[in-house]
């Protein structure tokens, strides 16, 4: 019986995770959850994510629902494009105006849920973090997509996926790969993303090995899904 806007909802998605405004906008956008996740496969055909596979609007777990590291960045590539989805993920914090049950008016204030903007992990030097999406469920472990730009205002997005570990004081992901893209501007979409590495976090150590440093040009390059 609430009464929400569609951008309080996304606001509540987008930063706070909320599994319940996931819900509310695949019924109000598709008709019903089933119909807005057909759409949603449909658009993951379109931007070329054939490694991607929906079951529900909201990411908790179903064998059938999975995705992998390029999927994940042909996505967030498109979301991007959209003021509105950069200027939320970019928040420091929204709030969100609604009528409750009884007809009340309400607010909720949402923040980012990853560690950067929470301040628990320290941000590069010369590095902008400019914002992005976690996920957690058991099966899949902590994820991350990000976007951040270098001291020159190039951006790069940067995928975690299936680590065991949130942080340890000052340092990000630990147990994962950690993919680095650089987004290529006005290109054709075979184009647009260089593979830059993997970084492997070891197993409670501070220090990484780099597993890949060649930044690659060529035009067919795609990052192995395992």
Known sequence: GEVWTLRDLLGALLLYSGNDAATAIAEYVGGSEEAFVNMMNRRAQELMANGTHFMNPHGLHD?????????????FNECIKHEDFVNIIQ???????????????????????????????????????VGGKTGTTD???????????????NPY???????????????????????????????????QVHYLGVLRFGHGSDSTKKTDQVESTQSDDRVDDT
């Open 63 to 75: 064998d059938n629902h999975y995705t992998t590291a390029y999927d994940l960045y042909l996505i």
């Open 91 to 129: 928040s420091e914090a929204y709030t969100a105006y609604y009528t409750d049950v009884d007809g009340n008016s309400q607010e909720a204030l949402f923040t980012p849920t990853n560690l950067y903007a929470q301040g628990e992990v320290d941000v590069p030097e010369n590095v902008t973090i």
């Open 139 to 153: 099966e899949a472990g902590y994820c991350l997509i990000l976007m951040e730009k270098d001291s020159s205002d």
């Open 157 to 191: 997005i940067s995928i975690v996926m299936g680590s065991y570990r949130i942080h340890k004081k000052g340092h990000l992901l630990s147990g994962s790969p950690f993919l680095f893209f650089k987004h290529v501007e006005n290109t054709p979409r075979w184009y």
